[in-house]
């Protein structure tokens, strides 16, 4: 089964920056999109970003878009999400998951159901 780790997150001031990853456990990340959703305490999950490692294209929410970006290393073993320009708002733990190679949009994100989550790691905003 497919499980990621996550890592990177921590503590920063609204205005800092973060950079996270996701590794897939002991499987090769090239034949999939990689999406980054985020839970904030009390909320449901969101989608935040993705990318196809199929053809490169990405995809954010609106909410972040300008301040993330998503990119992948050159093996395609491991996805970034850059953040910047954080705000409260964007605290919450944030995890990873497989998706479509073709095709996935934010939209597709919300709608897909993920069997296995990671553990996730915390981002926590404040000043």
């Known amino acids: 089964q497919l499980q990621f780790v996550e890592s990177g997150g921590g503590l920063v001031q609204p205005g800092g920056s973060l950079r996270l990853s996701c590794v897939g456990s002991?499987?090769?990340?090239?034949?999939?999109?990689i999406g980054w959703y985020r839970q904030a305490p009390g909320k449901d999950r969101e989608a935040v970003a993705c990318?196809?490692?199929?053809?490169?294209?990405?995809d954010y929410a609106d909410s972040v878009k300008g301040r993330f970006s998503i990119t992948t290393d050159v093996a395609k073993t491991t996805v970034f999400l850059q953040m910047n320009g954080l705000k409260p708002e964007d605290a919450g733990v944030y995890y990873c998951?497989?998706?479509?190679?073709?095709?996935?949009?934010?939209?597709?994100?919300?709608?897909?159901?993920?069997?296995?989550w990671g553990q996730g790691t915390q981002v926590t905003v404040s000043s």
């Open positions: 002991g499987f090769p990340l090239d034949n999939f999109a």
């Open positions: 990318i196809s490692n199929y053809d490169g294209s990405t």
């Open positions: 998951a497989a998706l479509p190679p073709i095709g996935t949009t934010i939209l597709v994100m919300s709608k897909w159901t993920v069997e296995n």
